[in-house]
Nanobody, 128 residues
């Protein structure tokens, strides 16, 4: 079972940028599709972005399309979320998650219940 640890969160002004990292240990990182989710105070957790195990496909929620970029480095067991043009409404705890992937597996990028492992989260705060 892979273990995930997020980093890179912080306080940034609107219009600024942050890069979140998700470091994986204890498993075969390249066998997992990766996703980023976020949860703002008083709101439900929502999908942000996802990438397939080999990195060939990505998927984003509409509100971050064109501003966020998800990527991964399988040689370093790391998933990244580059966030630009940040808005106050992007303020949330951001979580990375791993979804088992294989030749017979269907990719469910948006479904939180299909992710096997979650990190502890990192706070992102965007001031106006």
């Amino acid at each position: 079972q892979v273990h995930l640890v997020e980093s890179g969160g912080g306080l940034v002004q609107a219009g600024g940028s942050l890069r979140l990292s998700c470091a994986a240990t204890g498993g075969t990182f390249s066998s997992y599709a990766m996703g980023w989710f976020r949860q703002a105070p008083g709101k439900e957790r929502e999908f942000v972005a996802a990438i397939t195990a080999a990195g060939g496909r990505t998927h984003y929620t509409n509100s971050v399309e064109g501003r966020f970029v998800i990527s991964r480095d399988n040689a370093r067991d790391t998933a990244l979320l580059q966030m630009s043009s940040l808005k106050p409404e992007d303020t949330a705890v951001y979580y990375c998650a791993a979804q088992t992937s294989g030749p017979d597996s269907t990719w469910y990028p948006r479904r939180a219940d299909k992710y096997n492992t979650w990190g502890q989260g990192t706070q992102v705060t965007v001031s106006s």
